[in-house]
T-cell receptor
Framework: EAQVTQNPRYLITVTGKKLTVTCSQN?????MSWYRQDPGLGLRQIYY???????DKGDVPEGYKVSRKEKRNFPLILESPSPNQTSLYFC??????????????FGAGSRLTVL | GQNIDQPTEMTATEGAIVQINCTYQ??????LFWYQQHAGEAPTFLSY??LDGLEEKGRFSSFLSRSKGYSYLLLKELQMKDSASYLC??????????WGAGTKLIIKP
């Protein structure tokens, strides 16, 4: 089944404890992206990657890192999480850049709570 | 700045019709998307408009007026499973997606 898989789905952690949210897609998509979703706000892009070894900042990259060493994987790293990073995170992918022909396929989401 | 506006919440009755509006102000325009998101789940693609007019897809239709910076999603023959949030997103001149906060649609029997 074609899908985007995120782990963990739920995580409660404490301030300053490094964590990684993994994202993997099995569709050979070139474009991958991370979003966060907070109540009352639209999805906000954190980082995106057009292809292997190519990553770019989105609208809210502060406090996050990513890497794209393989086409299928795009992990999101929080080096020193803070409470304002408590959010619902989505990974998404598409064959090329987002367009009418290349709609985003989203993972199931990762709900992160930082105490 | 760039802005997408949608109503926060709407209520409708099972079997009825509902129209969810979206207005936008963006730096350029390369298409408008509608996604459906059930509570706690991932957004799923509903429709894409890049030219003015109405796109129909079963019970769902989406309309675009580029000159007015306006779109709507029309849902007919509402079913309880249509209870969800509906997200409007516009692709700007840099092909970046700008997202609205979403409209929570509540369907009552």
């Amino acid at each position: 089944e074609a899908q985007v898989t995120q782990n963990p789905r739920y995580l409660i952690t404490v301030t300053g404890k490094k964590l990684t949210v993994t994202c993997s897609q099995n569709m050979n998509h070139e474009y991958m992206s991370w979003y966060r979703q907070d109540p009352g706000l639209g999805l906000r892009q954190i980082y995106y990657s057009m292809n292997v070894e190519v990553t770019d900042k989105g609208d809210v990259p502060e406090g996050y890192k990513v890497s794209r060493k393989e086409k299928r994987n795009f992990p999101l790293i929080l080096e020193s999480p803070s409470p304002n990073q408590t959010s619902l995170y989505f990974c998404a992918s598409t064959p090329g850049g987002p367009s009418g022909a290349n709609v985003l396929t989203f993972g199931a989401g990762s709900r992160l709570t930082v105490l | 700045g760039q802005n997408i506006d949608q109503p926060t919440e709407m209520t409708a009755t099972e079997g009825a019709i509902v129209q969810i509006n979206c207005t936008y102000q963006t730096s350029g325009f390369n298409g408008l998307f509608w996604y459906q998101q059930h509570a706690g789940e991932a957004p799923t693609f509903l429709s894409y408009n890049v030219l003015d007019g109405l796109e129909e897809k079963g019970r769902f239709s989406s309309f675009l007026s580029r000159s007015k910076g306006y779109s709507y999603l029309l849902l007919k023959e509402l079913q309880m499973k249509d209870s969800a949030s509906y997200l409007c997103a516009v692709m700007d001149s840099n092909y970046q997606l700008i997202w609205g906060a979403g409209t929570k649609l509540i369907i009552k029997p």
